[in-house]
């Protein structure tokens, strides 16, 4: 090589490094906005109200490819410049878009009696989707312009989105969300500076100009304005606990997955279904709220009894009359009352899973002395992590395993796309519980009634599908049920409930005026004492799904699903009914908000987004130069699809990944940023490794070689669909890391070759018809964020396992049309 060629290579390189590391900052600046998102809105809102925004939003990266359609005229502009430019007003519009909707008085519960809160919620998809569309500018322009380092292109693309998805973790575990926002807009400036050092864009654009721009992101997080402080619903628990006269937060700290506000508030009073025989005064507590929902406290107790008689006529204590309660297990103990439910009735070794690690920490260093350092004693060991994760490693028994009532209808899930999974409340989370209780050992699981009754008949129907399953003749005869004014107590006992077990409970209702709704051989006259309704329900709902014969008429008349889940489809909060919307709207009284849980949400998104990504879809046959009705080719067509199944293949193996890794890795938070980080960093190494594919002598693709790695990917997800289950019970680490690491092993593999399809596509288009590339990104985006809602609808009937089959056919499907139409020889 002459000198000369030497530095014409080296200049190359130099320009190609700036394009790689720009599309790197974009991606990463995209994923970080829009894990944030999701945090915001399930503080602010809720997470069911994060997932709509965020999904919707989200086509605004497809409509980038619209656009250029549209609009191909921005190809003859200098590409650099251009790039700069969409990074800038990502990074400008990012923070905007977060401080206008922050100050919009939009709040979905108003929606039945307030109409303009409609137009709040278009004005939220509008303000949050144009970040997302420059972003998607940004790497569809650089993809159309330069479809021949498509794979080098597509790689920066996803390693830094796998960057972003970890870094987001850390950055939530250092600051808090609304920080995270203008921390994404700060990367978003450094790759507009990147793009902006290229020669072509650097005369035409003030390169200290933009890195000057940091300076305003930066004082924003230094100063901290009232403006960016998360606006909460004055529904939501924190709200109404702060609305008491002299009430205050005291404290507020974020973590990866948590933000905890520590209350000082008359409002706090935190004893469920306290009996009102009871007729003492509550000690002192201090509220807790997670995302500020629900209320929960810490209560005083400076180690004497008589300070917290008040839970001995607590509903939930009632195990400790059933049995010694030697060795006890608490799940998500928050502030722990049950702890000192367990201290008050002399339990000798007390183990603890708390859900929130924060919340731990909070009680246990900055509230010692004032909980009695209940946290600190020899005899309690309390670990963070998911209680079904832990009960699976655990080897010990247990007297009693207790489920706290106050977050039991919470959903583990806190990720972007796990709307109502719940590990805990599955048939193999029954019988892994009953398995570890001792001879004589009870479970017990106390909920707050929320009518009309449908939670607490799913769990019930659960267990004792488990109970069957572990091969129970009776199961009837192990189960126990009692009611307060509140809440509702399942009894679950190992050995099953005995003549004196009915009468301790039947005493220890009376003196408390709780009512009996279930035990073995009860009589109809003996339910709805002290809390009546017109007519014994719970008896009488109870009665049925006990009653084998009973049972399947009873599920299939219910208003609501209340057939038990397994963890195949662990969608515990779903109680949909296609058949029943009319009734179930009446019976709510004509309101539409509780259609927000139990999965209601998911066809309105569904349907939200298909629409919309079917607008963007079709635009370009009416409006675009490129295409038109007239000149549209099949080939065209076939190409469109392709890249319509490998977006479907992409997000049903992802999504359906993210929840199966859930229970073996012990939270939705390490599950969601270990499969991300794994399938997005494996796919970026499978797209830069998809370069390979190209012949240098024609810039032409390897078909023969690329067909050949579709099947070993349709072969991969079919192996993993059916083996994951059995390779997770086989392993139990306790460490987090090693499961990591495992799970990394895993998963890199089905990473690799899903990351080959999209580039390789883009070079065969860019051969047959480089024009139409904008259009190929826009089906393929507008396919994921549709399909990452269908996979939800398809799994919720049918199990994940179903979801991942279906994507190997999407995958399989792309394999056909590029047998079909596009093999040529190596």
């Known amino acids: 090589m002459t000198e000369r060629g030497y530095f014409q290579v080296k200049h190359l390189y130099k320009e190609s490094s700036l394009l790689y590391l720009g599309i790197y900052l974009t991606s990463f600046s995209t994923l970080l906005f829009e894990i944030t998102l999701t945090r915001v809105f399930s503080v602010a809102q809720w997470y069911h109200f994060a997932f709509m925004v965020v999904s919707m939003a989200l086509l605004g990266y497809s409509a980038s490819g619209t656009f250029l359609m549209l609009f191909p005229s921005i190809f003859k502009k200098d590409t650099y410049s251009v790039l700069s430019n969409c990074a800038l007003l990502f990074a400008i519009s990012s923070p905007l878009s977060y401080i206008i909707t922050n100050r919009i008085a939009f709040d979905p519960v ?28 940004t790497i569809s322009i650089a993809i159309s312009r330069f479809s021949n380092i498509v794979h080098r292109i597509y790689f920066s693309d996803l390693i830094g989105a796998g960057s972003g998805c970890l870094l987001a973790l850390l950055i939530f575990s250092l600051t808090d969300a609304s920080n995270s926002v203008i921390i994404s807009s700060i990367s978003g400036i450094f790759a507009s500076t990147i793009f902006s050092l290229h020669p072509s864009s650097y005369k035409k654009n003030s390169f200290p100009y933009r890195l000057i721009l940091i300076v305003i992101p930066i004082s924003i997080i230094i100063i901290s304005p009232p403006f960016m402080e998360i606006a909460i619903s004055p529904y939501k628990g924190l709200q109404t606990a702060l609305r008491h ?33 009871f007729q003492g005064e509550l000690p002192e507590q201090i509220g807790l709220t997670v995302d500020g929902g629900s209320l929960n406290a810490i209560t005083k107790f400076s180690g004497n009894k008589d300070e917290i008689r008040f839970i001995d006529y607590l509903p939930s204590v009632i195990p400790y009359y059933l049995t010694n309660p030697d060795n006890v297990l608490i799940f998500d103990p928050r502030g722990g009352l049950d702890i000192l439910s367990a201290i008050y009735h002399g339990a000798k070794n007390i183990e603890s899973v708390e859900f929130y690690p924060l919340l731990t920490g909070i009680v246990k260093n900055d509230y010692r002395e004032f909980s009695g350092g209940i946290y600190d004693k020899e005899k309690i060991g309390i670990k963070s992590g ?68 449908r939670h607490e008949l799913k769990i019930i129907s659960t267990a004792v599908k488990a109970l069957e399953e572990m091969g129970v003749s009776s199961p009837e005869k192990h189960i126990a049920i009692i009611r307060t004014w509140g809440t509702i107590t399942i009894i679950i006992k190992r050995s099953g409930i005995v003549s004196s077990d009915i009468d301790k409970i039947k005493s220890f209702c009376k003196e408390r005026h709780f009512d009996t709704d279930y035990y073995p ?46 963890d195949e489809r662990p969608f515990f909060h779903h109680f949909f009914k296609w058949d029943a919307i009319k009734e179930t709207y009446k019976i709510f009284g004509g309101k539409w908000q509780p259609f927000l849980e139990g999965g209601y949400l998911i066809p309105v998104v569904f349907i939200q987004s298909l629409f919309v990504s079917i607008a963007f879809i079709i635009l370009p046959l009416f409006f675009s130069r490129e295409v038109s009705l007239k000149n549209f080719k099949t080939a065209d067509i076939s190409f469109l699809i392709y890249f319509l199944l490998i977006g479907i293949g992409f997000m049903f193996a992802e999504i359906s990944m993210i929840q199966k890794f859930i229970l073996f890795l012990g939270h939705p938070v390490y599950s969601i940023s270990t499969v991300l980080f794994t399938l997005l960093i494996s796919s970026g190494v499978g797209s830069r490794f998809s370069g390979k594919f190209s012949n240098g002598q024609d810039g032409g693709v390897k078909i023969r070689k690329f067909k050949l790695y579709l099947l070993i990917l349709c072969g991969l997800i079919i192996i ?95 394999f056909l049309i590029i047998s079909k139409g596009y093999d040529r020889k190596d």
């Open 110 to 137: 108003k929606i039945a009696w307030d109409p303009i809160q409609l137009i709040y919620i278009l004005i939220y998809y509008i303000l949050f989707s144009i970040p997302f569309f420059f972003s998607g500018m």
């Open 245 to 277: 006269p002299d009430a205050e937060i005291i404290k507020t700290e974020w973590d990866s997955i948590s933000r905890v506000d520590v209350i000082k508030s008359g409002a706090v009073r935190f004893a469920p279904g306290l009996s009102l025989k």
């Open 386 to 453: 998911d209680g079904r994760t832990f009960i699976r490693q655990s080897k010990n028994r247990y007297d009693i395993i207790q489920i706290s009532p106050g977050d039991a209808f919470a959903s583990s899930s806190t990720g972007i796309y796990g709307l109502t999974e719940d590990y805990r409340f599955t048939v193999e989370a029954f019988k892994d519980y009953i398995e570890h209780l001792d001879e004589n050992g009870i479970l017990t699981i106390t909920l707050y009634l929320l009518p009309p009754p």
């Open 521 to 566: 051989y009860i009589k109809r006259e003996e339910t709805n004492i002290y809390n009546r309704f017109k007519e014994p329900l719970y008896f009488n709902f109870i009665s049925k799904i006990i009653n084998p014969n009973e049972r399947d008429s009873f599920f299939k008349n219910y208003i609501f699903d209340i057939t038990p889940v397994t």
């Open 720 to 814: 993993y669909a059916i083996l994951l289950p059995y390779i997770f019970n086989k392993i139990l680490l306790e460490g987090i890391i090693w499961r990591q690491l495992i799970s990394f092993a895993f998963l890199f593999p089905l990473g690799f070759f899903m990351g080959m399809p999209f580039p390789t596509g883009i070079k065969l288009l860019e051969r047959y018809n480089a024009g139409i590339i904008p259009w190929a990104w826009c089906i393929n985006g507008c396919s994921s964020v549709v399909s990452s809602v269908l996979v939800i609808l398809i799994a919720l009937s049918f199990g994940f396992k179903i979801t991942l089959i279906l994507s190997a056919v999407a995958y399989a499907g792309g």
